[in-house]
């Protein structure tokens, strides 16, 4: 499975490629990070930010996306910037009928250190060692975006298995005429 994860930002946007699979050794594809300027306009700083997760979808054709849940912070404009990178990726993985799936910080962190309170340099060193690279990939968003990757390439597979599983269930009650476990 290969796995694009995006750690949305309105200044900077991480972009990792992972392929894998549950148990099995995963690799980084590809790996960068969109930037907007603080002095442009809102939508052409999202324009910028789509047409370089454009480049990333087309390059990499990941089977799904992963997306850093939009989480409570003090700073309002900070959330408002990464709802709107979140609500561009989301639109550009639709277009593309890809699945998208928002993991949460903390759900991250444990998936990839076993720690869901991490820091981003123990982050940063786990996916160095998992991904067996030379180095943390700079910024940081780069290596948030790459533990996304992870997260879902670990966590996302056995989810979607089940949320296929519920819908087949449901589609096959709705087929045979049962209707809440009743006829």
Do not use: Y
């Not at 990941?62 to 939009?70: L, W």
């Amino acid at each position: 499975m290969r796995v694009l994860g995006v750690d949305p930002g309105l200044t900077r946007c991480g972009f990792g490629v992972v392929d894998g699979a549950p148990g099995r050794r995963l690799s980084m594809v590809d790996v960068s990070v969109a930037r907007s300027s603080k002095d442009e306009p809102l939508e052409r700083r999202l324009l910028a930010i789509e047409q370089a997760l454009e480049q990333v979808l087309d390059a990499t054709q990941p089977d799904a996306v992963a997306v850093e849940r939009v989480f409570s912070q003090h700073n309002v404009r900070t959330v408002m910037g990464v709802a709107q990178v979140s609500g561009v990726v989301l639109v550009a993985a639709a277009r593309r009928g890809l699945p998208v799936a928002l993991h949460t910080p903390s759900e991250v962190k444990a998936s990839v250190t076993g720690n869901g309170r991490a820091d981003k340099a123990q982050v940063g060193v786990m996916v160095v060692r998992l991904l067996g690279l030379s180095e943390v990939p700079k910024p940081a968003d780069a290596a948030d975006a790459l533990a996304l990757a992870i997260c879902h390439v670990w966590r996302g597979t056995a989810q979607t298995k089940l949320l296929d599983a519920v819908a087949a269930a449901s589609r096959a009650r709705a087929s045979s005429g049962v209707v809440g476990g009743t006829r």
